[in-house]
């Protein structure tokens, strides 16, 4: 069955590093999203893309974030700085109607 | 934008046991998803559903779109159904998933 897989499933960072999460979508899907959790807390929506742009991003995306479809199919988020409060758990999803999860990439910024 | 609020926050069952969850939405939905985090913090797709009824085993949701919620229901609860559930939304002209704030669902043996 069709998954969404992400690297790597755990990341530690130094804070103000450069971090890049990866992720390969569903071969047929065409929306991709990233989404973060920080702990104990519910699943927040950051950015959608669709059509190799951004179609909608949060509040939380800042210019900080930035998302990119390099080779037609992985899907990164990149972290310019990281600061300790972008410390999460990120997941990536892609649809094509319904939305499938990746395994998601905890991030621990210290 | 559009909330989703989800009851009761926390459940704690004893195995064999029959639950609800709810969710609540303020606004029309084009689509609503449930998902199983698990304790590994995987988000599992239960369901989706935007109006009426669908079962999977022990799991059924019921989606009543005009009323702005919708159900999981769980019967005969195993300890492997604890984590937390989510219902998620899609909204107006959006095509983002709006999460609600969450089940945590605890089943003891």
């Known amino acids: 069955e069709p998954e969404v897989t992400q690297t790597p499933s755990h990341q530690v960072t130094q804070m103000g590093q450069e971090v890049i999460l990866r992720c390969v979508p569903i071969?047929?899907?065409?929306?991709f999203y990233w989404y973060r959790q920080i702990l104990g807390q519910k699943v927040e929506f950051l950015v959608s893309?669709?059509?190799?742009?951004?179609?909608?991003k949060s509040e939380i995306f800042d210019d900080q974030f930035s998302v990119e479809r390099p080779d037609g199919s992985n899907f990164t988020l990149k972290i310019r700085s990281t600061k300790l409060e972008d410390s999460a758990m990120y997941f990536c999803?892609?649809?094509?109607?319904?939305?499938?999860f990746g395994q998601g990439t905890r991030l621990t910024v210290v | 934008g559009i909330q989703v609020e989800q009851s009761p926050p926390d459940l704690i069952l004893q195995e064999g046991a029959n639950s609800t969850l709810r969710c609540n939405f303020s606004d029309s939905v084009n689509n609503l998803q449930w998902f199983h985090q698990n304790p590994w913090g995987q988000l599992i797709n239960l369901f989706y559903?935007?109006?009426g009824t669908k079962q999977n085993g022990r799991l059924s949701a019921t989606t009543v779109a005009t009323e702005r919620y919708s159900l999981l229901y769980i019967s005969s609860s195993q300890t492997t159904d604890s984590g937390v559930y989510f219902c998620a939304v899609y909204g107006g002209a959006t095509n983002k998933l709006i999460f609600g704030t969450g089940t945590l669902l605890a089943v003891q043996p």
């Open positions: 071969s047929n899907h065409l929306y």
């Open positions: 559903i935007p109006s």
């Open positions: 999803a892609s649809s094509v109607g319904e939305a499938f």
């Open positions: 893309f669709y059509n190799n742009e951004i179609s909608e």
